[in-house]
């Protein structure tokens, strides 16, 4: 079945305490990004990736950074988290450049940072 | 950089009734996608329009690229409780990034 997997799905953690959140898509898909989804704002880009080793920001990167070593996986890690990044994070995947195809989203990962 | 813009916020809306969502944006788009999210789940892919003025329908819902390609709509006719969720726009103004608006919560009065 073709998906975008995230692990983990829930996350509470403590301000500092680095953590990684892993996403992986079996579509071999180019373009992967990441977004955090908050009340009344919408899904906000964090970082995209257009191919292996080639990462970009997005609208909100700071205190984010990604990494793209394998086309199926695009992490996202948190140095050191802060509660203002309490959200909902989405992974994201589409066959080439990500502004002319088809997102396929993750299920998604609820993270609060007290 | 660009903005798009989603209004309104919040529809509720009578079983049966129609609605329309609307998205603008600060800039000429290249496409526009509408992505649908039902309450606990992830946005799902519904449509992408690329021609200036293009119309498409999905059964109940018509969608609308407009003729400068800043705006477009979504048109939701006789509602049912299945289209309960938040509707998304999503405008790309080059390859590489969209840019979504802040969302359309419906809920439906059965």
Redesign the interface.
């Known amino acids: 079945e073709a998906q975008v997997t995230q692990n983990p799905r829930y996350l509470i953690t403590v301000t500092g305490k680095k953590l990684t959140v892993t996403c992986s898509q079996n579509m071999n898909h180019e373009?992967m990004s990441w977004?955090r989804q908050d009340p009344?704002?919408?899904?906000?880009?964090i970082y995209?990736s257009?191919n292996v080793e080639v990462t970009?920001k997005?609208?909100v990167p700071e205190g984010y950074k990604v990494s793209r070593k394998e086309k199926r996986n695009f992490p996202l890690i948190l140095e050191s988290p802060s509660p203002n990044q309490t959200s909902l994070y989405?992974c994201a995947s589409s066959a080439s450049?990500?502004?002319?195809n088809?997102?396929?989203?993750?299920?998604?990962t609820r993270l609060t940072v007290l | 950089g660009q903005q798009v813009m989603q209004i309104p916020q919040y529809q509720h809306v009578q079983e049966g009734e129609d609605f329309t969502t609307y998205c603008n944006s600060s800039t000429t788009l290249s496409n526009i996608q509408w992505y649908k999210q039902r309450p606990g789940g992830h946005p799902v892919f519904l449509i992408q329009l690329v021609k200036s003025g293009e119309v498409k329908k999905q059964k109940r819902l018509t969608f609308q690229f407009g003729e400068a390609k800043k705006n477009s709509s979504l048109h939701i006719t006789a509602t049912q409780t299945t289209d309960v969720g938040t509707y998304f726009c999503a405008g790309a103004s080059n390859d590489y990034k969209l840019s979504f608006g802040a969302g359309t919560t419906v809920t439906v009065r059965a």
């Open positions: 373009y977004y009344g704002l919408g899904l906000r880009q995209y257009m970009d997005g609208d989405f450049s990500g502004g002319g088809e997102q396929f989203f993750g299920p998604g």
